[in-house]
């Protein structure tokens, strides 16, 4: 912000200051609100809204205050005159503001006009005269030595002097029911003493940059269609439109899936992986191969990975029996180094040692099962009847909004799966209840 | 020769002097491989037109800021956290309210939703992870089947599951980062390397899934190993603490936010910054940074109150939105990409699309 500040305050480029006039009294060097939302916009290529957005935050953070209701710290994009606060009052600076000045600043206003302060300046008042008692006089000989000094000004500096404290003590102790824009959150630490840090940098090919840069873009071209943000999405954006129709026709269990879904298992190997129901076609298509255990194999892999560190032994030995073992049902072919390590490794099952068989089965898989797959009938078939759903037409009466529905949370699925043999017809209203409970 | 003293301090500059040298060898090396910026191979590429994004949903209900919120698998529902130690979940689309619960400490700077969509781990100022199993019965006191999973020796700044409800990655204020089975609450793996409190992790959506990048208040962005706990790159451009990683949908790159007000893109396989984010007039820092679907956009929340969208091929901004009052602390676009929530400092919410 700091920076913004000085480059405002520029001789050349920086804001244009003139006289501002404040009732009777003739302020030097101030501009007006709308001077500076203008030279922001300018400045930096930006549109009202942000540069009043951007001003709010200077004077909301003591950098620019007003002369004017100086109680509001607030940008007004009009007449009103602002001016740059001195550098000894901001909040980068971070002077502990302490009791005692907040005392004296406060002693000062009530001396200067009774009845200046208001309801919680008062308390603050007299909670401070009682706590800080014992050097009270002291607070009040001060106050009174700085009001004879500045009746000594000019009526203008006085002003530009009290409207500097003012804007100082709105950010430092900040009326109840207004934001405090010096809280920061948890405290975090930071680097500061030498810290030797060793990291090994993989030695890299030295490929050109620009095949890399350039497969962002072949991504992002790639994808564009599927972004709903970006393109939207048929038959309509449920969050736009509130019309669930959009994740029902995409659900897991659906029988047909659309169009762009289907494309899209084509773009690699792991979007057809990822996709439930993608995985499940293409286990179809292994079994019509007999491939169909390596699929199988890659899956249990998965679950030993991921899954509690409890079972890992008996997953693994699972897994072994059913797809590892000489004769087994399932028995997946792998080349015999691997297999001869992943034999050893099970003899101390832990949770990776799985990790070789199944980089090579997925590779396997990738480079052989995929591409197959991709140009198999099965899948063009399902490609061809594919929907493309309607886009949904704008209802002719734009106010009124459609029911939005509840869908069944996921832990009730996984629950109703679990107690099927209970009777629990509390479930399906507990849900409903449940949600205007809390 | 005579031996001399050598002052500790004395050790410690020529030490300092050295690791400068090496780094400023390694830039040059990395220079070397630079051929062309991310954003003049964009030049070909179309620009995007005037977007139009709108508040669709705010919730409203948390009693103070919220800090952190992660989206279900199923594309609605949302978990969110916040400083008075209350954790919600909450179906977006309805905004109705589903679960609370209320955490024994303050700042619950992290949450997360299982991939089963059946329990939320949590956790900040208690310096540890805790899972909630969600249960659909409204006599049933969440509180009571917590189970405290991860421990650390400070505050929890972010936390995520793995591929599965048995596994979460944590990261924390300790410097380190760490993997944890759910159900035994053992450790199973710790990173060590940052030099000062990590503040956000995110994990690779790679085939292998082995890997997640940690960024934290010493400036740089890691990369780990999830097996052998090793860093195995490190980027170090931002000019203060890293706030938010996020990986590029492919997982060959990955943006971060950094209360220095830029965001950048780093390319794993150049091993480098490819792209900076970033505005004269942006001054405050970003908190929360998250891709769309495709990777086009890079939504960025930010401690001015305001969300920035901005291009990633060609570096630009695209369009920014107003709406919260106070900072944005968190931000993540849903699984499906239809929309996006950002979670604010002014008590809400507010799910954009």
Known sequence: MERVIVSMQDPDMGMKMRNQRLLITVIPHAMTGRDIVDWLIQKYTITEEEALHIGNFLVKYGYIYPLKEPRNLCLKQDETPYR??????????????????????????????????????????????????????????????????????????????????????????????????LEQGPDRRNVSDVMLYMWCLPLKNKLCMFVWVCSFVKYCEQYQDHDPIMQGCLPSNPWITDDIMYWNMNSETVTMPTKLRVERWSFSFMELLNDPLGRKELLTYLEKEFSAENLCFWQACEEVRHGEASKIAAKVDEVYKQFLAPGASRWVNIDSKTMEKTLEGIKHPHRFV????????????????????????????????????????????????????????????????EDNGKAKPSAAKANAGTASQI | MAAQEVQPSETIAKLKSESEALK?????????????????????????????????????????????????????????????????????????????????????????????????????????????????????????????VAMHTNYLSACSFTNSDMQILTSS??????????????????????????????????????????????????????????????????????????????????????????????????DREVAIYSKESIIFGASSVDFSLSG??????????????????????????????????????SPDGTAFCSGSWDHTLRVWA
């Open chain 1, 84 to 181: 740059f606060q001195t550098p000894y009052y901001w909040t980068s600076t971070r002077w502990p503001a302490s009791e005692l000045d907040y005392a004296i600043y406060l002693a000062k206003k009530n001396i200067r006009k009774q009845g200046e302060l208001i309801e919680y300046e008062k308390e603050c008042y007299n909670a401070l005269h009682k706590r800080i008692n014992h050097t009270w006089d002291f607070v009040v000989m001060q106050a009174r030595e700085q009001l004879r000094a500045s009746k000594q000004r000019r009526k203008a500096d006085r002003i530009v002097l009290e409207c500097q404290e003012q804007a100082y003590w709105l950010i430092n102790r900040p009326p109840p029911g207004v934001m405090d824009i």
């Open chain 2, 24 to 148: 400023t060898k390694l830039e040059e090396e990395r220079a070397k491989l630079h051929d062309v910026e991310l954003h003049q191979v964009a030049e070909k590429v179309d620009p995007l037109g005037q977007f139009v994004m709108k508040t669709r949903r705010t919730l409203k209900g948390h009693g103070n800021k919220v800090l952190c919120m992660d989206w279900c698998k199923d594309k609605r529902r949302i978990v969110s956290s916040s400083q008075d130690g209350k954790v919600i979940v909450w179906d977006a689309f309805t905004t109705n309210k589903e679960h609370a619960v209320t955490m024994p400490c303050t700042w619950v700077m992290a949450c997360a939703y299982a991939p089963s969509g059946c329990a939320v781990a949590c956790g900040g100022l208690d310096n540890k992870c805790s899972v909630y199993p969600l249960s659909l019965d409204k006599n049933e006191n969440l509180a009571a089947k917590k189970k405290s």
């Open chain 1, 354 to 417: 799985l990790d070789d068989a199944q980089m090579h089965i997925y590779f396997l898989m990738k480079k052989d099962s995929y591409p197959r797959y991709l140009k198999s009938e099965l899948y063009k078939n399902l490609l061809a009847k594919a929907i493309v759903p309607q886009e949904t037409k704008k209802s002719v009466f734009p106010f009124m909004r459609r029911q939005r529905h509840s869908s069944p949370s996921p832990a009730l699925v996984t629950q109703t799966a």
């Open chain 2, 173 to 270: 204020g300790d410097g380190t980062c760490a993997l944890w089975d759910v159900e035994s609450g053992q450790l199973l793996q710790s990173f060590h390397g940052h030099a000062a409190d990590v503040l956000c992790l995110d994990l690779a959506p790679s085939e292998t899934g082995n890997t997640f990048v940690s960024g934290g208040c010493d400036k740089k962005a890691n990369v780990w190993d999830m097996r052998s706990g090793q860093c195995i790159q490190s980027f170090e451009t931002h000019e203060s603490d890293i706030n938010s990683v996020r990986y590029y949908p492919s997982g060959d790159a990955f943006a971060s936010g950094s209360d220095d007000a830029t965001c950048r893109l780093y390319d794993l396989r150049a």
């Open chain 2, 296 to 333: 086009r956009l890079l939504f960025g929340g930010y401690n001015d109150y305001t969300i920035n969208v901005w291009d990633v091929l060609k570096g630009t901004r695209v369009s920014i939105l107003f709406g919260h009052e106070n900072r944005v602390s968190t931000l993540r676009v």
